[in-house]
């Protein structure tokens, strides 16, 4: 069967104001999905609250809302219980790296193999405007009542310091090629991130579609033989030009993929090689009795392995 984009809309009605930039990542999800050909009964779109996080009611699949910054950590454990499921991130700056920005750096060091879209419009669009993680220092949005008196995480960086193992960035307003990034975010094995700038016409009046479309260009247009990609030791040679890429964030914003390492083993392969057969018998697959008793206690499984949160 061959599916279309528009087989992975629901008849959710969708919550955005006019003209925001979440209706280009909505698109690009939808078409990404279908030209994957992903089965929706094997994905799991999950997402914490904000505007962004609303997409899990506007993508088919079995989706979850959580409480606000833990889309994470509820992620993962649906990831690790059942890894033959597809499982997808959505959330804001605020959620991903505000309230959540904890979780966002224990997945780094993990490396299970989810995607995470960031929706980043550096402002709280949910709750009118207040200045979001990715906002700089002395920026004055309407919402505000002083220009920002804190600066900007730098979202590249940190998601390189924690371990991501496939780093890119897309704009909300340029579908097919934000597509094509969530297509190999999806594709890679491991943690991938995607930043995604998101004009917000409501709340942020400085970092507007005219503003982001001054400054963005695409890595590879500028450099053909940009190849971020770390295949074994002898790439690492590339990584003070990534770093060099991930930190440019003014007169110009690089787009595109920025790193992808392909030498990393995922938490997924550390269980296997730790508990043999994880991955044939994961959590969600195994019979939860068996003459009325439970077979595997389901915190056995994973005792000692995950200490924290
Ligand atoms: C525990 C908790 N604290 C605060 C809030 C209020 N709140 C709701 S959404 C949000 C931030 C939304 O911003 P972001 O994650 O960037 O998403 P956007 O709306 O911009 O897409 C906040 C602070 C909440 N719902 N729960
Ligand atoms: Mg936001």
């Known amino acids: 069967m061959v599916?279309?984009?528009?087989?992975?809309?629901t008849e959710a009605w969708v919550q955005w104001c006019p003209g925001c930039g979440d209706f280009g990542i909505l698109a690009a999800i939808h078409?990404?999905?279908?030209?994957?050909?992903?089965?929706?009964?094997?994905?799991?779109?999950?997402?914490?609250?904000?505007?962004?996080?609303?997409?899990?009611?506007?993508?088919?699949?079995?989706?979850?809302?959580?409480?606000?910054?833990?889309?994470?950590?509820?992620?993962?454990?649906?990831?690790?219980?059942n890894p033959e499921l597809e499982v997808v991130v959505v959330g804001g700056d605020g959620d991903l790296l505000g309230i959540g920005g904890g979780h966002f750096t224990a997945l780094g060091r993990r490396n299970i193999?989810?995607?995470?879209?960031?929706?980043?419009?550096?402002?709280?669009?949910?709750?009118?405007?207040?200045?979001g993680p990715t906002l700089p220092v002395g920026v004055k949005t309407k919402a505000l009542p002083y220009p920002n008196v804190q600066d900007?995480?730098?979202?590249?960086?940190?998601?390189?310091?924690s371990g991501y193992?496939?780093?890119?960035?897309?704009?909300?307003?340029?579908?097919?090629?934000l597509k094509d990034l969530i297509k190999a975010g999806i594709e890679h094995r491991g943690s991938a991130f995607i930043d995604i700038l998101q004009p917000c016409p409501t709340y942020n009046?400085?970092?507007?579609?005219?503003?982001?479309?001054?400054?963005?260009?695409?890595?590879?247009?500028?450099?053909p033989l940009w190849d971020p990609r770390i295949r074994g030791p002898?790439?690492?040679?590339?990584?003070?030009r990534i770093v060099e890429k991930m930190l440019e964030f003014g007169d110009r914003i690089p787009l595109g993929i920025l790193y992808q390492d392909l030498t990393k083993t995922t938490l997924e392969d550390r269980f296997e090689q730790q508990m043999p057969g994880y991955r044939k018998a994961p959590p969600a697959l195994r019979p939860i009795s068996v003459n009325g008793r439970a077979p595997v206690h389901p915190f056995k499984v994973f005792k000692d392995k995950l200490i924290e949160t």
């Open 3 to 9: 599916r279309r984009w528009a087989d992975y809309k």
């Open 31 to 81: 078409r990404a999905l279908a030209e994957l050909d992903i089965d929706p009964r094997r994905l799991v779109v999950v997402g914490g609250i904000g505007c962004s996080s609303r997409s899990v009611y506007y993508v088919r699949g079995s989706n979850v809302h959580v409480i606000h910054g833990r889309s994470i950590p509820v992620a993962s454990g649906v990831k690790l219980a």
């Open 113 to 131: 193999d989810l995607t995470i879209l960031l929706f980043d419009n550096s402002v709280y669009g949910l709750t009118k405007g207040q200045a």
């Open 152 to 161: 900007r995480v730098n979202p590249l960086i940190l998601a390189y310091a």
């Open 165 to 177: 193992t496939f780093i890119a960035r897309g704009y909300a307003y340029h579908v097919n090629q």
């Open 205 to 223: 009046d400085m970092m507007t579609k005219e503003w982001y479309e001054e400054r963005i260009y695409y890595l590879n247009e500028e450099d």
């Open 234 to 240: 002898e790439d690492h040679v590339k990584i003070p």
